[in-house]
């Protein structure tokens, strides 16, 4: 009787640090996915608020924000362009938009964005 109840204190044992294990490994996954989500969303970009940019872009955003609603505004100081994230008011959709230093509406081409991140990591290393 000692050895089966021994036997179950044992398997018991196994499978409940089997299973700890296993958490911890989904645990760690998901805080690599979280690091590497938010070093893709920063792309030198810093939140900023509409008074401290200029006033060619507090135009062109004011403008903007008649038809959208306002999420969010940052800059990268490093290439002089303002992001702003925008939902539409109508339908909800989501948009980004991105400015010059002269209120000019730009487009960002990720496929270069990807390139430059490859080039600044492997440049790290």
Not at 7 to 14: D, F, K, R, T
Not at 29 to 56: A, C, M, P, W, Y
Not at 63 to 68: D, H, I, R
């Amino acid at each position: 009787m000692k050895k089966v109840i021994l036997s179950v204190a044992l398997m018991l044992g196994i499978i409940g640090a089997t299973q700890a294990q296993s958490q911890n490994k989904g645990q760690i996954r998901q805080d690599q996915t979280t690091v590497i989500t938010h070093q893709s969303q920063d792309n030198g970009f810093k939140d900023v608020k509409l008074e401290e940019l200029n006033e060619k872009v507090q135009a062109a955003i004011r403008a903007l924000a008649e038809s959208y609603e306002i999420d969010s505004l940052q800059f990268n100081e490093a290439k002089q362009i303002t992001k702003v994230e925008a939902t539409k008011k109508d339908d909800q959709s989501k948009k980004t938009f991105y400015f010059d230093v002269e209120g000019n509406e730009i487009t960002m081409d990720t496929t270069s964005e990807q390139a430059e991140k490859t080039d600044e990591s492997k440049e790290v290393k």
